[in-house]
């Protein structure tokens, strides 16, 4: 191996992106970025592949990428978090005011309410951990093992 050096913002920018307890390394988390993990180079849009499975929490749950009653923060389309609306993992839903929803249905009509007016909402993109990641990165890296 060899080594390199990254300054301050760099590192602070892996650790931001790395997915907690399982990039254990910066080299971890680089080779992901850069999609150096040995699997295809060739973009999923153009790839001929079938479409991946829809993002489950309880798979993530079994998984340890997430947990039963963990609190998800809806992000905008830009990625920045929208202070006052979270949810919780329960089984396959996400909760709030003790009613289950869908994660597309619920970032769908959050987003609305803020604002956005798309109609395809993919609601995996627009839930993130404490961490700051999001339910589609958790389900590609859980899709990649």
């Known amino acids: 191996m060899r080594t390199i050096e990254v300054d301050d913002e ?13 990039e254990t390394t910066p080299n971890l988390a680089l080779r992901r970025l850069f999609s150096l993990d040995g699997k295809s180079q060739v973009p999923q849009s153009k790839a001929k592949m079938g479409k ?3 993002a489950n929490l309880q798979k993530l749950i079994k998984a340890g990428l997430l947990q039963e009653g963990q609190t998800l923060y809806l992000h905008d389309y ?28 619920l970032a769908k009509e959050d987003l609305k ?15 993130y951990n404490s961490d700051g990641i999001s ?6 890296h859980f899709l990649n093992k």
Request: glycine residues 10%.
């Open 78 to 105: 830009q990625g920045r978090r929208i202070e006052g609306y979270e949810a919780i993992v329960s089984g396959n839903s996400l909760l709030r005011s003790g009613k289950p929803y869908a994660m597309s249905t």
């Open 52 to 54: 991946k499975p829809k």
């Open 10 to 22: 760099v590192y602070a920018y892996l650790q931001s992106k790395a997915i907690s307890f399982i």
């Open 135 to 140: 339910v589609k990165e958790l389900w590609s």
């Open 113 to 127: 309410e803020k604002g956005f007016t798309s109609e395809s909402v993919r609601g995996p993109a627009h839930w």
